[in-house]
Nanobody, 115 residues
């Protein structure tokens, strides 16, 4: 069993930055891919960014050039650096871990971009 806990969300003005953090209960990065998803009001959850066990990264077109996913194996954390935030980035952001047939989710953290 793997526990994921997100933090770092909050209220930020358009153009601002936030860094989300996902703490994992154990070091799983060598065998799990990690991802950040978001779900806006009345919308489906979708993948924003992911990083594989081999450090390959992917991004949704809507966040390319603005968001960066990274991980810290020493501290069992995955980060999502979000810059140039827009109101449409407002959502609950979830961290997930995928390894084989196993998928784990965090509880989510709210990000609100508003003036």
């Amino acid at each position: 069993q793997v526990q994921l806990v997100e933090s770092g969300g909050g209220l930020v003005q358009p153009g601002g930055s936030l860094r989300l953090s996902c703490a994992t209960s154990k070091n799983i990065f060598s065998t799990y891919s990690m991802g950040w998803y978001r779900q806006g009001p009345g919308k489906q959850r979708y993948l924003v960014a992911s990083i594989t066990s081999r450090s390959g990264t992917t991004y949704a077109d809507s966040v390319k050039g603005r968001f960066t996913i990274s991980r810290d194996s020493a501290n069992n954390r995955v980060y999502l650096q979000m810059n140039s935030l827009k109101p449409e980035d407002t959502a609950v952001y979830f961290c997930d871990a995928r390894g084989g047939s196993l998928v784990y989710w965090g509880q989510g953290t709210q990000v609100t971009v508003s003036s």
